[in-house]
C-alpha cells in the first residue's frame, strides 16, 4: 500500500486534509481518503501523513499488503506503537495476520503540538461516550490539562445523511454547551476503506478513531476513546486498553477511558447530569431521526437503556424515550442478550427487583434464559450445569470441540 498525494485545501475557509490510498498487493481500488473540518475548527488540521496512517495500517495487515509506504514525514512514535498493535490482533486472531513495513520518507522529528495541551474526546451522545465526559467533568477540574475541552462527534461512521447528522449536533451541542466542552464535528470518508462492520468492531474501531485525532493534532494534544467494556468483562476488541495507546504519537496521547465503570455506573453517572439525561442518543436507526426525537425506544440498545435507567429510578426523568414505551412484552421481544452483553442485562437484576420490577426482572430473566438456549430438555441440562457444576460441563465440551483462532 501507498499513501501518496498529501494534500492540505482550505475551501471556504474549511480545511480539506486528504491523499490518496494505492493498494498494491490486493485486488482493491485505489481511493482519496479525506478529513473535512469547517469553521470556527478549521484550524486544528494539520499537513501530515499521521491520519491515513493510522487509519489505514489495520486493513491493509487484513488484506495481505506486505508494507505501507507514505510519501512524507511520520512520527517514529506512531510507527512503533502501530507495530505492537498489528502484533496484539495477530495474536488474538490469528490466521493471516501479519504485521506489514512501514516506511516513510523521512521520520518527523519535531512534533506537531498546540500551542498549550488540550485534551478532548470522541462523542456520540451515547452511554460510553456520554458517562465519558460527565465522569471526566466530575473529576478534573476546568484548568487541568485533561480537562475535556472539545467531544469530537463523526459524521461518516454510522450516520451518513446530513439530516440526520444535523439533528444529532443540534441534540448533543446543549449537553457540551452545558460541560463547558466544545461539540466538533469531523466529516471523513475513512470507513470506505473497510465497510465489513465485523471488522470495524473486533480490529478496526480505536485506529478509525485516532486517525480523525491526528487529523485534528493542530488543536489537540490528547483524546480519550471510551470503553466498551469494564476491567472484569474485558475481551479482545477494535478498542481495548492494549490497543488504543499505540495509536497515539509524540503530537498526541490516546486514552482507552472508562474501564471501571460497568454499564450500569456510567448510566447511573448520566442520571445525575440532567442535560446528559436528556439527550441520550443510543440509537442507530437513523431513518427515524427527527428534530424532535433521535431514540426509537424500539431496538435493543434502546430497551438495554431503558432497562438499566429503570432500574436506577432515572427512566421516568428523561425525555431521550417517550413516555411508558418500556414493557416486559417489549424486552421479551426485542431484546437479545448477546453474550458479549450478558452481563449487562445480569446487572440490571438486583436493583430492578429493589425498585418493585419484579415485571421487568422476570421479562429479563427470560432473555438470559432463551439467549443461553436454556428452554427444553438441554435448556434443562444448561441449567443444572450452570447450578451445580459452575458451568465445567460446557467449559469441557468447548475445550473438546475447540477450533482453531477465529479468522475474520
Known sequence: MKICDLRLDRPAGAARLSARVVWEDSDRPHQEIFYEVKPPFADAVPYASEPFVAAAVIPAMRHGEE?????????????????????????????????????????????????????????????????????NRLNFPPGHPSAIRDAVIIYGLEVERPSAFDAVLGLLTAATDDAGADLLPVYTNVRSLDLNWT?????????????????????????????????????????????????????????HDGITLSRLDKLRVIAGWDAGLQRLRVCNNVEHYRTDTINCARCEKCVRTMLGLEALGALD????????????????????????????????????????????????????????????????????????????????????????????
Open 67 to 135: 508494507r505501507l509506504a507514505v510519501e512524507g514525514e511520520l512520527c517514529p512514535e506512531l510507527r512503533c506503537g502501530l507495530d505492537v498493535a498489528m502484533r496484539w490482533l495477530g495474536e488474538w486472531y490469528g490466521g493471516a495476520r501479519k504485521p506489514l513495513a512501514i516506511e516513510a520518507a523521512a521520520d518527523r522529528v519535531a512534533p506537531i503540538r498546540a500551542p498549550q495541551p488540550r485534551a478532548a474526546c470522541f462523542f456520540t451522545g451515547g452511554v460510553d461516550s456520554m458517562a465519558t465526559l460527565r465522569h
Open 199 to 255: 471488522f470495524w468492531e473486533f480490529e478496526w474501531e480505536a485506529a478509525v478513531y485516532a486517525s480523525v485525532a491526528h487529523a485534528l493534532s493542530q488543536r489537540l494534544t490528547s483524546v480519550s476513546i471510551s470503553s466498551t467494556y469494564d476491567i472484569p468483562n474485558m475481551r479482545p476488541l477494535g478498542s481495548h486498553p492494549l490497543l488504543d495507546p499505540n495509536y497515539g504519537s509524540s503530537s498526541l496521547r490516546v486514552r
Open 317 to 408: 426523568r428523561t425525555t431521550a424515550f417517550p413516555a411508558g414505551s418500556l414493557t416486559p412484552d417489549l424486552v421479551m421481544s426485542r431484546g437479545t442478550c448477546l453474550p458479549h452483553i450478558e452481563t449487562v442485562y445480569t446487572e440490571f437484576l438486583a436493583p430492578l427487583a429493589a425498585r418493585g420490577r419484579h415485571d421487568l426482572v422476570d421479562a429479563v430473566s427470560y432473555v438470559l434464559r432463551e439467549s443461553r438456549g436454556e428452554f427444553g430438555l438441554r435448556g434443562t441440562v444448561r441449567r443444572l450445569d450452570r447450578a451445580m457444576l459452575g458451568g465445567r460441563l460446557r467449559a469441557a465440551k468447548n475445550a473438546m470441540f475447540a477450533s482453531p483462532k477465529d479468522v475474520m
